[in-house]
């Protein structure tokens, strides 16, 4: 059964099982190097998968619906900055809230809306990026060339990124911000301010993340579909060592992981699928653990910021 | 004429909450009612019994696994005549509690407890619906492959996984069955993924158990231009052109029937399984696919319910 064909199948599925995972975890990984945690990704996916959704039916297009589900991400993840930054609230705890308030406003955004109607409306679906000639290669074309825009667009978005945080002034303005927030305070750079920006900057990737699952992998909002891929998310940002490329890598090993266990429960079926099923977890839990050791972990991580003025 | 009074107001008041009582019911489901499905049958059951008794309902959604037991002790400790739990995950809790609680009937849907004196369970054969399923799978594979993606493994589900492999074998002895499980009742976008790994595989025909997850194996299916099965809650209208048929597990029966019986006083601590002849199961209509099955096929579908139904079928699942 181990073939080509197979292989084509496993990469691409790992592609699509990545793509969610890696816009939260790329989000989330600004929101750290400015200092701050936001531990409420699970909640703001949600959000994005069900605003994302609506929106897409309601405006007609895909990408009408990735533009609400973003400045529905943005809305949440601003009461977690207003909260963390402006009244200083731990920031677990407002994470925590987070989850559970994106929980419920989407599932009762959903019945109020179109979840309320029987059969629930289908949204326009983002056409297929097919690139003429490099789609149509044998076994490279099928896995890297035929997938829908948001894939490439996150792919790309790990690369600017990276080049964002070294190469950039205000990249270096972030992470002096997360590193030593009084030192750039001192060196006038605002503190809150860039803080405010990255925590937006991840709420908008996190329910981009949402948008494609819901709009573009399932072509359909039921509630809890975002299970557990926030946190693991927060998983990549770690194992992926706040570096925007790291972590692109990590939300592919984690893709692979899935794609492999769904096959391999096909390929030993006299084996306990529950073996199978807890592969990524056991990928991402040995993972944290090697990387834990040389931690680049941002020193002003969760901290507030308390101005010495 | 004192004693008398007395006498008719007691009377009168053991006879009046008797007669006007209005039966506080608490449904404690694990998912949301939108769900399409597991959660959707109860709550169809459930306003079917609204219309037809006096009762008064509380509805919890997507109560986690961690909660089951307080949220059974807080409807016990409010007073409510009856609580039901529906999944398999209520039967161990309400078998811990229920005897703290003599006045209030436990009923645990989908599951297999019973225990004297208030706690009884309705289940479906879900193995019977899965052999059926399986059958019809088996007729129309062109490809002679079929799969079956579930949630997670709790009993009826293998019940049903056992089903469809030999239902698909009964009509077609060299089909390829497989068969994978998503971990998760509410993933659907694994769901999907699973199933598209599985109609790589092969597989023509799928089907799919759980709750939210149905709906990711039926857009698989759709999107690859294969058949599906639909399981429990008609899934027609969400793919008309993929669903071949969807083999019904009423469980909006067993909630209406469980609190019949409270009403009438006729339910007993066991556990009541409802099959084809109790109306717990049955097959939609093929409405798309009335004109692309052969009648002869569709008479040998017909004709299993009826063996089933008479209990002519040998190598049904094992009720686990």
């Known amino acids: ?129 097919d690139l003429p000639g490099l789609s149509d290669l044998p076994v490279v074309g099928q896995i890297l060339f035929q997938h829908q825009p948001m894939v490439y667009l996150g792919i790309a978005l790990a690369f600017a990124l990276a080049w964002f945080l070294r190469r950039t002034t205000w990249g270096l303005e972030i992470r002096a911000v997360g590193e030593n927030p009084a030192a750039a305070d001192a060196a006038g750079i605002g503190v809150l301010a860039r803080r405010y920006g990255c925590v937006l900057f991840g709420g908008a990737m996190a329910a981009a993340g949402g948008c494609y ?65 807890m592969m990524p977890y056991v990928v991402a839990v040995a993972a944290l653990v090697v990387v834990a050791r040389s931690t680049r972990l941002p020193a002003a991580l969760g901290r507030p910021f308390v101005p010495d003025r | 004429m004192k004693t008398m009074m007395a006498l008719a107001m007691a009377a009168l008041l053991a006879a009046l909450p008797a007669e006007a009582k209005t039966l506080k019911v608490a ?56 609580v039901i739990g529906h999944g398999f995950q209520f039967a161990e809790p309400a078998m811990k509690i229920h005897k703290q609680f003599p006045k209030t009937w436990f009923i645990v849907n989908t599951a297999k407890v019973a225990e004297a004196p208030n706690l009884a369970s309705f289940d479906n054969r879900w193995g019977d619906a899965g052999y059926v399923a399986g059958a019809v799978a088996g007729l129309v594979t062109k490809k002679g492959a079929v799969g079956h993606v579930g949630g997670i493994p709790v009993p009826v589900i293998k019940e049903y996984n056992d089903g469809f492999g030999r239902g698909a074998k009964r009509m077609r002895p060299d089909v390829k069955v497989l068969s994978a499980y998503v971990g998760s009742f509410s993933d659907v976008a694994k769901g999907k993924e699973i199933t598209a790994s599985m109609i790589e595989g092969g597989a023509d025909v799928v089907t799919s158990t759980g709750n939210e997850n149905v709906l990711g194996t039926i857009q698989a299916a759709k999107d690859a231009k294969v058949m599906a099965i639909g399981t429990a809650f008609d899934a027609a209208a969400i793919a008309p052109d993929t669903v071949v048929t969807t083999a019904l597990i009423n469980m909006d029966t067993n909630i209406d029937m469980a609190i019949g019986k409270i009403v009438d006083g006729t339910i007993e601590p066991k556990n009541y399984l409802l099959g084809f002849n109790e109306n717990g199961l049955g097959l939609a209509p093929y409405r798309n696919f009335a004109d692309k099955i052969p009648a002869a096929d569709q008479q040998k579908i017909t004709d299993l319910i009826a063996d089933i139904k008479a209990g002519k079928v040998t190598d049904l699942p094992a009720i686990q």
């Open chain 1, 1 to 129: 059964m181990i073939d080509t064909l197979f292989l084509v199948g496993l990469a691409a599925s790992a592609l699509r099982f990545a793509t969610p995972i890696l816009f939260a975890a790329l989000g989330e990984t600004m929101a750290q190097r400015s200092g701050v945690l936001n531990v409420g990704l699970e909640g703001i996916m949600l959000v994005g998968a069900f605003a994302g959704m609506v929106g897409a039916v309601w405006t007609g297009s895909p990408w009408g619906g990735l533009v609400i589900a973003m400045a529905c991400g943005m809305a949440l993840a601003g009461l977690h900055a207003l909260f963390c930054l402006t009244f200083r609230v731990d920031q677990i705890l407002s994470g925590i809230a987070l989850i559970v308030l994106g929980t419920g406003l989407s599932g009762f955004g959903w019945r109020l809306t179109l979840g309320g109607t029987g059969t629930p409306p289908k949204a326009p679906p983002f056409p297929r990026l």
């Open chain 1, 213 to 277: 699952l819901s709009v573009s992998q399932v072509g359909g909002f039921v509630e809890n579909m975002v299970s557990g891929r926030g946190f693991i998310a927060i998983a990549c940002v770690v194992f992926g060592q706040w570096r925007p490329l790291r972590v692109l890598c990590a939300a592919l090993l984690f893709g692979a992981a899935e794609a492999a266990q769904i096959r391999l429960q096909l390929i030993a079926p006299h084996i306990p699928y529950q073996l199978f099923v």
């Open chain 2, 27 to 82: 449904l404690v489901l694990p998912g949301p009612i939108t769900d399409g499905t597991f959660n959707s049958a109860a709550n169809q059951g459930i306003e079917k019994a609204k219309g037809k008794y006096d009762i008064q309902v509380s509805l919890r959604e997507n109560t986690q696994f961690a909660e089951i037991e307080e949220t059974l002790l807080s409807y016990a400790r409010d007073g409510y005549d009856v």
